[in-house]
Structures are given as structure tokens and as C-alpha cells.
């Protein structure tokens, strides 16, 4: 048996009798299914690193913003304190004393109707 009886080629197709293919030099195939996918990969791997980098400033930037908050709330708790303080009766009838001012009599109170 020669080695031509042996291998029976299909001129057309570059393929064996038994089904087995052989692929050509220049099949398009891999490059053709090949390159969407990495495309694909490609832009998936870039956008996850630029959503990472974008959750990434926004947790920064809540962190940034709750201490804030806890500064202006300490802040907000002092000036209560110092508004109740100053609103105090005591303490406006003291001030009233050194300017020379003080509570009106019964007569200087007067009543105004309504319309």
C-alpha cells in the first residue's frame, strides 16, 4: 500500500475521508471570533476598573461628608447652647438693668383692640 492509497484527499475541501479537517493558512475563523471576544474582555476589564475608580471617589468623598457632618452637628449643639444662654430671662433682664432698662408698670401697659 502506498502512501497515496493509504490517505484518500479531497483536492477541494483539504479534508480527510475520515472527517478529520485540516485547517488552512489563511482561515479567517479565529481572528473572526477571536477578536469580538477580546474586544469584549477589553472593554469589560476597563469599564470594572472605572466603576471601582468611580465607587472608589464616592465612598471617599461620603467619608469626606460624615465627618463634616459630625463637625457641624458639634458646632450646631455649641450655638444652641450659647442661643439658650443668651435667651434666657435671667440673663436678658441683667442686660436690661445695665442699659438702664427696665420691666413696665401696670400703667405704662396698654391694650390695643383688634379691628
Do not use: C
Not at 484518500?8 to 471570533?33: H, I, Q, V
Amino acid at each position: 500500500m502506498s502512501d497515496d492509497q493509504f490517505y484518500n484527499y479531497s483536492a477541494a475541501e483539504g479534508r480527510t475521508e475520515s472527517g478529520t479537517g485540516r485547517r488552512k493558512a489563511n482561515d479567517s475563523l479565529p481572528w473572526g471570533l477571536g477578536l469580538p471576544i477580546i474586544l469584549v474582555i477589553s472593554l469589560s476589564v476597563v469599564a470594572s476598573l472605572w466603576f471601582g475608580w468611580k465607587i472608589d471617589k464616592g465612598l471617599g468623598e461620603l467619608a469626606r461628608n460624615r465627618h463634616e457632618i459630625v463637625s457641624e452637628t458639634e458646632v450646631n449643639s455649641q450655638l444652641i447652647t450659647r442661643r439658650d444662654g443668651l435667651l434666657a430671662k435671667e440673663n436678658i433682664v441683667k442686660k436690661a438693668a445695665v442699659l438702664g432698662l427696665f420691666p413696665p408698670t401696670d400703667k405704662q401697659i396698654r391694650k390695643i383692640k383688634k379691628p
